[in-house]
Nanobody, 122 residues
Framework: VQLQASGGGLVQAGGSLRLSCAAS????????MGWFRQAPGKERDFVAA????????YYADSVKGRFTISRDNAKNTVYLQMNSLKPEDTAVYYC????????????????WGQGTQVTVSS
């Protein structure tokens, strides 16, 4: 599986962005998908995940109510809609596919995209 993240950019606090992650491979629809982020000098942190059917979603407490993860299996794409952005959301955002064990841990995920920068100015 190859993943290509896009949609990052510079936005003012309170603004919105939508990240996309396009996946290759015919088995995309059977994979769980996730988003992580990594700020400079910090560890990569869990943001959100969605199961293969789209029926179950999971969010970090810091983004609940502001971010929404969704997927379109027909387009092999997962999205992260980010609203009410805050300066502390500034990070490189990575999409990931197919986890084993614990979805909250980066090491549990098997495939990674290249990352897209999100910068939120105050």
């Amino acid at each position: 599986v190859q993943l290509q993240a896009s949609g990052g950019g510079l936005v003012q606090a309170g603004g919105s962005l939508r990240l996309s992650c396009a996946a290759s491979g015919r088995t995309f629809g059977s994979y769980s998908m996730g988003w992580f982020r990594q700020a400079p000098g910090k560890e990569r942190d869990f943001v959100a995940a969605i199961m293969w059917s789209g029926g179950s979603t999971y969010y970090a407490d810091s983004v609940k109510g502001r971010f929404t993860i969704s997927r379109d299996n027909a387009k092999n794409t997962v999205y992260l809609q980010m609203n009410s952005l805050k300066p502390e959301d500034t990070a490189v955002y990575y999409c990931a596919a197919y986890y084993t064990d614990n979805l909250y841990y980066p090491n549990s995920w098997n495939y990674w995209g290249q990352g897209t920068q999100v910068t939120v100015s105050s």
